[in-house]
């Protein structure tokens, strides 16, 4: 394993001295106020690792799929809009520093860069985020878009019938700079969320498409077991980022109940509160099959473009790797809930 010393933190140091302060409140805001975004971190400051000794291994090998798609370790990147808050070539060069890390990239339908220039730009594999929008007309060419374009799956965000209330940001009296826009729709469109859309959403879906459907947003087992129902080939466990409900709760909280009520008949994700490659372990021993990660990606684009992009996922690859040697797990199949146990001293949380 390499050494580098340099840690998500500091990046997000040199990245909040580097961004307009304006665009650093917008990226960095919650909802509310914003107990959910802080309890997606320490949230995983109560489970603790049971590492086990004397187990053989030369290099713990991080490589896994997502339905079927192989990825050199279990985190990805999570969708984001309005990177080019950040950089000026926004999420193409995020595209680009994903997959140069051999991981996965999901593209947003908010993003600043259209779907199929992230496409050409990209070095990996690629899905694609779906918002919910009225009309339903500007929703359904995304996905055919999409799908043009060789993404892989449609990743269905369904927590946000509304846009959640960012507090900090109105208090401090940000406006989205008038050069930002959503580079999928054309100028002068700015689509809203419907809160109009059920669960016969994915029937919906599948008369589109036949690529794969993955609901983000879920954190209950009650909502798992209908999207399951429903025919989802992944569930992302996710409040957003602590964008929407402020209160929700935190994502890695959320995940031993859904994975519970899924039973392995779909894929189970994490998102939200991964600021390291031992939380990412976390949640792998909690069940999830991969962990997404926003904001840490964003302080690598900020700082250096797409190769401060793949140093953000190569450090989280080097933090793994060492929560796994260290835990004694030679492969990620072998991560399960015996490494780990809340405070309240409940195994698996």
Request: net charge negative; hydrophobic share 40%.
């Amino acid at each position: 394993m390499a050494t580098s010393y340099i840690q998500i933190d500091q990046y997000e140091e040199v990245a909040r001295k580097t961004v307009d302060p304006a665009a650093w409140c917008y990226v960095e805001s919650g909802s509310g106020q914003e107990q959910t975004l802080r309890g997606n971190q320490v949230a995983f400051e109560h489970i603790w690792l049971r590492p086990r000794m004397l187990v053989p291994m030369q290099a713990p090998d991080l490589n896994t799929t997502v339905l079927g798609t192989p990825i050199s370790m279990p985190i990805a990147a999570a969708p984001v809009g309005f990177q080019k808050l950040l950089h000026p070539e926004g999420e193409a060069t995020s595209a680009k520093g994903v997959g140069d890390a051999r991981t996965l990239y999901v593209a947003s339908s908010s993003a600043t860069t259209s779907l199929e220039d992230i496409a050409v730009a990209a070095s990996g594999p690629l899905w694609f985020q779906l918002y919910l929008f009225e009309p339903r007309s500007l929703s359904e060419e995304l996905v055919r878009r999409a799908e043009q374009a060789s993404y892989q799956a449609i990743v269905v965000t369904v927590d946000t019938p509304f846009y959640g209330r960012k507090e900090r940001f109105w208090r401090q009296g940000y406006s989205m700079p008038g050069h930002i826009r959503k580079a999928n729709f054309e100028p002068g469109v700015d689509p809203m969320v419907s809160s109009t859309f059920d669960w016969g959403l994915f029937d919906w879906l599948r008369s589109l498409t036949d690529l794969p459907l993955v609901v983000k947003g879920i954190l209950t087992a009650e909502d798992a077991r209908r999207a399951v129902d429903c025919g989802v080939a992944g569930i992302v466990v996710s409040n957003h980022g602590g964008r929407q409900l402020d209160g929700a709760l935190p994502s890695v909280m959320a995940l031993p109940e859904v994975v519970e009520a899924v039973a392995g008949r779909a894929e189970v994700y994490l998102d939200g509160g991964i600021r390291s490659g031992t939380d990412a372990f976390k949640a792998l021993a909690l069940g999830a099959r991969a962990v997404f990660v926003g904001r840490p990606m964003l302080w690598g684009l900020a700082v250096d473009g797409a190769q401060g992009v793949t140093q953000v996922f190569d450090i989280l690859r080097e933090e793994l790797e060492y929560a796994m040697v260290l835990s004694g797990c030679p492969t990620v199949e072998h991560i399960d809930t015996s490494f780990v146990e809340s405070a309240t001293g409940i195994r698996g949380y």
